[in-house]
């Protein structure tokens, strides 16, 4: 069962810029699309975008264009994701994503990370 | 506020059968599979069914998928108390270009 591992808690003063990583145990990121999804303190999920097995690629929702950042360091396997510009309503848990199947971007997420708490506030 | 429309709740007592409805329209579930997620409270959400009705390795039977229309819908049969939690229907939506989740639905076990 592949695990993905996610970067500690933030706190960020509005204004500022805030990036997440996401790896997984072993190289189980490497042939997968990873998606990101956030959810605000009491409310649903919402998708924020994905990038492609080779980082080449990426399509974000957007209401998050031109603010957010996805990469990936293919010889780590670890997945980025960068926001700026961040305001409270950025406050939220954010999760990566892994597709169910290799090279797929069918939007079916069977295995996600523990999520990473980012704080904005002045 | 989402394009697919989720009750905020439901609930049933141990051994009875919850179904949660989805309703979307032309440009979300009326073209594109419906998946649905399972978050258990402080934790990560989980794949619970994707593909309208197909089930991964790992969950339980009693847990179905349908859809019909504009419309899906989720079943738990036999009701535990380990499914209380909340649970989102999601769907690609071709008007927005947007992977979109319902709101949600709370289920408690009585």
């Known amino acids: 069962q592949v695990h993905l591992v996610q970067s500690g808690a933030e706190v960020k003063k509005p204004g500022a810029s805030v990036r997440v990583s996401c790896k997984a145990s072993g190289n189980t990121l490497a042939t997968y699309y990873v998606h990101w999804v956030r959810q605000a303190p009491g409310q649903g999920l919402e998708w924020m975008g994905t990038?492609?097995?080779?980082?080449?690629?990426?399509r974000s929702a957007q209401r998050f264009q031109g603010r957010v950042t996805m990469t990936r360091d293919t010889s780590t396997s670890t997945v980025y994701m960068d926001i700026n510009s961040l305001t409270s309503e950025d406050t939220a848990v954010y999760y990566c994503?892994?597709?169910?199947?290799?090279?797929?971007?069918?939007?079916?997420?069977?295995?996600w990370g523990q999520g990473t708490l980012v704080t904005v506030s002045s | 506020q989402s394009v697919l429309t989720q009750p905020p709740s439901a609930s049933g007592t141990p051994g009875q059968r919850v179904s949660i409805s989805c309703s979307g329209s032309s440009s979300n579930i009326g073209s594109n599979t419906v998946n649905w997620y399972q978050q258990l409270p402080g934790t990560a959400p989980k794949l619970l069914m994707y593909?309208?009705?197909q089930r991964p390795s790992g969950v339980p039977d009693r847990f179905s998928g349908s859809k019909s229309g504009t419309s899906a819908s989720l079943a738990i049969s036999g009701l535990q108390s380990e499914d209380e939690a909340d649970y989102y229907c999601a769907a690609w939506d071709d008007s927005q270009h947007n992977y979109v989740f319902g709101i949600g639905t709370k289920v408690t076990v009585l």
């Open positions: 990038i492609n097995p080779s980082g080449t690629y990426t």
């Open positions: 593909g309208n009705d």
């Open positions: 994503a892994r597709e169910r199947v290799e090279y797929s971007s069918s939007f079916i997420f069977d295995a």
